[in-house]
Every structure is written in C-alpha cells, then in structure tokens.
C-alpha cells in the first residue's frame, strides 16, 4: 500500500478558474484510474466545468493530458531551481538538488506520479521532454555554470555530463518512484539527507 497521504498538496490547479479546475480533475483521474479510462464527461463532471467550457480551452483530452505534463515539468523545474539558489559551491549545490527534488515530489505526490510513473509516449504523440533533462532554461543554466565551477576549482574532475545528471537526478528518483509505487514507506523527506550525501559521495566517486 502506498504511503502517500490521502490530502496532499499539488501544483497544478491547486486554486483558480475553469482551465485550472479542469487540469485538477483530470490529473486525479489520470492518476486514479488512468488515461485511456478517462473521457471528457468524466473530467466535466469532477471539475464542475461544462463539457463546452472544457473543449474551450483545451482542444481535446490529449491537449489536458500535454498541458498537464507541461505544466508539470515548469513548476518542477522551477522549484528546483529556487533550490540551488542559496548554494556557495557544487557540493551544496548537489545536495540542495537532491533534497529540493525529493520534497517537491512529497509535497505534490499527485503530479509526481503523473510525472514519473505514467507512461506518457502511450498517450502523447508530440515529443516528450523528460523533467530533469538539463536544457538552456534557468534551471539549466545555473547547473551548467556550477558544475564548471566545481570542476575548475578541483571538486570534481571532468565528468561526461550525462554521468552527472544521471547521478544527480537518478539516486533520488529510484527512491521516489519505490517510494510512489508503495514499495518504500519512508517519505522522501525522511531520507533526503542521506540520498543527498550518497548523490554527492557518488559524483565525487565517478571522477576518481
């Protein structure tokens, strides 16, 4: 059984009109009970919004389920980069990521599980960008920048980037999704501190 808890908090939707109420109600039921179980008139009625005010703001259910996604990614990759903000070198910088990672993901367990367990290429045809892709966003950026940093000043050696994401983003993400899927009772927040050391002892480990 999973320990997430029955009222939780999550970006999308949260408070707002039509448009945000409609993307609430169709994350709960894509989650609940699944994309392709889910139609128009299902979200109408969990939204309170009319089936016409529905198609008039999203073209049809695949847009909900892309704008969702989307918007998803954005408040994700904005908290993360909110993280990293107060960090005075790389290491803090790896730790901040990793912990602001695992609490967002608690915090919003609603949107992480459509994030990170739905399988999104089944019922999106347009690309899909994974939301820890480094690209040329704030977010981006800003890691880009520390990690030269940290490898010219000798905290690191120079690393293939997709070794450092993938440490950075992958230790975290294997608990959570566990942790999602009802397979680890402990909360994120419980072992985010430990996680974040292992992240950084692995990062440090790989450049040897």
């Known amino acids: 059984m999973s320990s997430i808890p029955e009222k939780e908090k999550d970006a999308i939707g949260a408070i707002g009109g ?9 994350l709960k039921l894509f989650v609940e009970q699944g994309y392709f179980n889910t139609n128009v008139p299902d979200i109408s009625r969990h939204s309170r919004c009319s089936v016409g005010s529905i198609y008039h703001h999203f073209l049809n259910k695949e847009e909900i389920a892309e704008q969702l996604y989307k918007e998803g990614i ?11 903000k107060p ?3 790389l290491r ?7 912990i602001g990672f695992l609490q967002f993901a608690e915090g919003n367990a609603l949107l992480a599980r459509y994030l990170w367990l739905a399988r999104h290429s089944e019922f999106l045809s347009s690309k899909i960008a994974e939301p820890t ?16 940093g940290g490898i010219r000043r000798g905290e690191i050696k120079s690393v293939k ?3 450092i994401w993938s440490i950075i983003f992958g230790i975290p993400l294997s608990y959570l999704r566990d942790w999602l899927d009802g397979y680890n009772r402990k909360p994120p927040s419980d072992v985010a501190e430990t996680l974040a050391d292992a992240a950084w002892a692995a990062l440090r480990g790989s450049s040897k």
């Open 87 to 89: 960090a005075r070198d």
């Open 18 to 26: 039509p448009r945000e109420r409609i993307l609430q109600a169709a």
């Open 161 to 163: 980037a997709e070794v």
């Open 74 to 84: 954005q408040q994700f990759r904005l908290a993360l980069t909110e993280s990293i």
């Open 92 to 98: 803090e910088t790896v730790r901040n990521i990793v």
């Open 133 to 148: 892709m480094v690209g040329f966003d704030s977010l981006g950026r800003q890691l880009t920048m520390v990690i030269k």
